[in-house]
């Protein structure tokens, strides 16, 4: 017979590897990212640039473009950026367009790429209950978020979180499909 405490320890020890395996499960979902979009036309959107001037998403059909949302005060999307940048550079003879959008206020986004810039367009994301985050798919509203939109215009991919550099370039490159 278990005394006491070893019966509390190791029924610690079960709602501790219960919690744990739940909480990786909740993990997979949230980067699935599954979104609502995936196989429909993205949304006729018109977001200003930082200057103030309006572009449309579907200004970029006939680009793949990886449309990804940030923010200044997420680490996550900060530590991104660079490869995203890199990816840029990288994929933009062969027609493809990384698109930040940012969901944050203007001065902090302006103040941030001025000491961070990066190579590759950035608008600013309309916030509030029915902004650019939730007409984008993004049902869980968690940064970054970013979808991949192939030359037609469709969202073929989506996914919550940091991509990694294996995750871009099998988004990117030309000979791969997206997941």
Same mark, same amino acid.
């Given at each position: 017979?278990?005394?006491?405490?070893?019966?509390?320890?190791?029924?610690?020890?079960?709602?501790?590897?219960?919690?744990?395996? &739940?909480?990786?499960?909740?993990?997979?979902?949230?980067?699935?990212a599954d979104s609502p979009l995936l196989g429909k036309a993205l949304p006729a959107l018109?977001?200003?640039?930082?200057?103030?001037?309006?572009?449309?998403?579907?200004?970029?059909?006939?680009?793949?473009?990886?449309?990804?949302? &940030?923010?200044?005060w997420c680490g996550p999307c900060l530590r991104e950026m660079p490869a995203l940048n890199?990816?840029?550079?990288? $994929?933009?003879?062969?027609?493809?367009?990384?698109?930040?959008?940012?969901?944050?206020?203007?001065?902090?986004?302006?103040?941030?790429?001025?000491?961070?810039?990066?190579?590759?367009p950035i608008l600013l994301g309309q916030l509030g209950a029915s902004g650019t985050s939730?007409?984008?798919?993004?049902?869980?509203?968690?940064?970054? $978020?970013?979808?991949?939109?192939?030359?037609?215009?469709?969202?073929?991919?989506?996914?919550?979180?940091?991509?990694?550099?294996?995750?871009?370039?099998? &988004?990117?490159?030309?000979?791969?499909?997206?997941?």
């Open positions: 017979m278990l005394s006491r405490g070893t019966g509390l320890i190791l029924a610690l020890a079960v709602l501790v590897a219960a919690l744990g395996g &739940w909480l990786q499960h909740r993990s997979t979902q949230l980067h699935r018109s977001l200003r640039d930082l200057n103030g001037v309006r572009h449309r998403l579907d200004d970029y059909r006939g680009h793949r473009v990886l449309v990804n949302l &940030w923010a200044t890199r990816a840029q550079a990288s $994929y933009a003879k062969q027609g493809v367009v990384i698109l930040g959008i940012a969901m944050d206020q203007p001065s902090r986004v302006r103040r941030f790429l001025a000491s961070h810039p990066v190579d590759y939730l007409q984008l798919g993004n049902t869980g509203e968690l940064l970054p $978020y970013s979808l991949l939109i192939n030359a037609e215009g469709e969202v073929v991919a989506s996914h919550a979180g940091a991509l990694s550099s294996a995750q871009l370039t099998q &988004w990117l490159a030309p000979t791969r499909s997206p997941p």
